[in-house]
């Protein structure tokens, strides 16, 4: 069965028996050679292109890395490349704006700034000039970032025109795509049954970590089902007694959806990776991918989260301390998918901690997610400490919880803490950080989360 993606405004056909060939690759094979191979893993955004999203009913710009979308995955999408932007010659205000700062020398990675710059002068919710931030995903090895910076916050409102009308009207559904060697259901008992009769075939979200898979480890697989049109994994949702958030709601919508948000939710998504990327990821795939430096699992634990699983023996509910078996492995049975993460409230009052060795676009080194409520009488009623990077899985310590609870939060049970946090961790060294660095780097962000609840 054909399937197809608006390229520029017009149709590309896509082949969903080949799905080996990301969205960058067909783009420079069609000559649109302003999307550049910089890295092939997400990190310096020279192949960022536009893409046409919906954001609460709304159309919206976003930019996306080219290199991590395969391409039957952008079937139904609607693209646009650096090339589209300058209408006949007249350059585009994100064009004008960098060559006018000096923000260009080799030219590089100046597509890519651009086209970031570009999404981020059309955001709906802007007001003042461009936010530098919206260029985050992007690196650029010549020019430094003062003239970049400065082309940003030089950039104003979006003019008329094309790209101004064409958010009037909404962002294409995705429609279901159904092949041998990749499908895209629309429902969970499709994407079961599906997985169920292929079983060598792999699930593939936001395909940020797929991508990376795909590009640098030459991972090749027999089939692939796209997760991204199940309307159910999209879901977003928030009573008095839980918050629900669907798998494969990229991360950006999470921020965007969650309106009542804690202030750490914020946080938390500032430090992960940088917008093209947020903008693709995915907690379905931060979870299931089960990296003992995912970044959502420490958050996620200290909340008490639960993982809503369908497979072909029905729906379950595991608590997400259980969901992890071992380095990189799940409780995930054959052809069973994560629907939603499910957090139960109230919702203790977290604080997230990343030590990575950039503050912002970087994996984690270590992560911790730690809470502690007093009761009337100043004692420790209930205290979590989950941590990433420090063990095979991401984990709560729950002999350091049991050391605090019942105790005064004062600097003789942070020793303890500490001590248990000790006792419990075993991380192993790599280029990140030695195994001592990151027993010292647990320990004294327990220190830090104390100073922080005290003073
Ligand atoms: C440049 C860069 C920066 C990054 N920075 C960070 C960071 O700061 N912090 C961090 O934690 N991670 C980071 N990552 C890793 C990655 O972005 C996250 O792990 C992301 O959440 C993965 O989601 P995805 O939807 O893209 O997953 P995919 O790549 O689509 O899939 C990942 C895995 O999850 C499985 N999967 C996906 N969805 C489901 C589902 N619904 N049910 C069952 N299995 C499923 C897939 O089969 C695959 O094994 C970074 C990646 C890149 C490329
Ligand atoms: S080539 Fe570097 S992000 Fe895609
Ligand atoms: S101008 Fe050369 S890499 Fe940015």
């Given at each position: 069965m054909g399937c197809g993606f608006l390229l520029n405004g017009r149709h590309v056909e896509i082949d969903p028996g080949a799905p080996h060939a990301t969205l960058l690759d067909i783009l420079r094979s069609r000559g649109l050679t302003g999307s550049k191979e910089g890295c092939a893993e997400g990190e310096c955004g020279s192949c960022s292109v536009l893409m046409v999203a919906d954001e609460d009913g709304q159309s919206c710009y976003r930019a996306v890395n080219s290199c991590l979308m395969l391409l039957p995955t952008a079937a139904d999408r609607e693209i646009y490349t650096v090339e589209s932007l300058a209408n006949g010659g007249d350059l585009s205000d994100a064009q004008r704006a960098m060559a006018s700062a000096g923000g260009s020398q080799c030219g590089y990675c100046t597509p890519g700034f651009v086209v970031n710059l570009f999404a981020e002068q059309y955001r709906r919710d802007r007001v003042g000039p461009c936010d530098p931030h919206a260029l985050a995903g992007c690196l650029c090895?010549?020019?430094?970032y003062r003239p970049i910076r400065d082309a940003a916050l030089s950039v104003g409102p979006p003019p008329d025109g094309f790209f101004k009308e064409r958010l009037q009207r909404p962002a294409a559904l995705l429609d279901a795509v159904a092949g041998e060697r990749f499908a895209r259901p629309t429902t969970v008992d499709e994407a079961v049954a599906w997985l169920a009769s292929h079983p060598a075939a792999k699930i593939v979200a936001g395909c940020t970590d797929r991508g990376v898979e795909f590009n640098l480890r030459h991972a090749r697989w027999p089939a692939l089902i796209s997760v991204e049109a199940i309307a159910e994994l999209h879901q977003f949702n928030e009573t008095d007694a839980e918050v629900r958030i669907g798998a494969a709601l990229p991360l950006t919508d999470i921020g965007g959806r969650w309106l009542k948000a804690p202030a750490v939710v914020g946080e938390w998504l500032t430090l992960f990776a940088s917008p093209p990327i947020r903008h693709r990821a995915t907690l379905g795939g931060n979870l299931a991918t089960a990296s003992p430096i995912g970044d959502s699992a420490p958050l996620l634990l200290a909340w008490d989260a639960a993982v809503h699983l369908a497979g072909p023996a029905g729906r379950r509910v595991v608590p997400l301390a259980s969901f992890f078996t071992g380095y990189r492995t799940t409780v995930l049975g054959q052809a069973e998918i994560v629907v939603a993460i499910s957090l139960p409230k109230p919702l203790p009052d977290v604080r997230f901690y990343k030590v990575a060795k950039r503050r912002l676009d970087d994996i984690s080194t270590v992560s911790a997610a730690m809470a502690v409520s007093l009761g009337p009488d100043r004692r420790v009623q209930q205290a979590r400490f989950a941590f990433g990077g420090v063990a095979a899985t991401p984990l709560r310590v729950i002999e350091a919880e049991a050391a605090a609870q019942g105790q005064p939060w004062n600097a003789r049970t942070v020793e303890r803490v500490q001590q248990a946090i000790e006792r419990s961790l075993s991380p192993r060294g790599d280029h990140r950080g030695s195994k001592a660095y990151r027993e010292q780097v647990s320990q004294s962000l327990v220190e830090r989360f104390w100073l922080e609840t005290t003073t």
């Open positions: 090895r010549c020019t430094g």
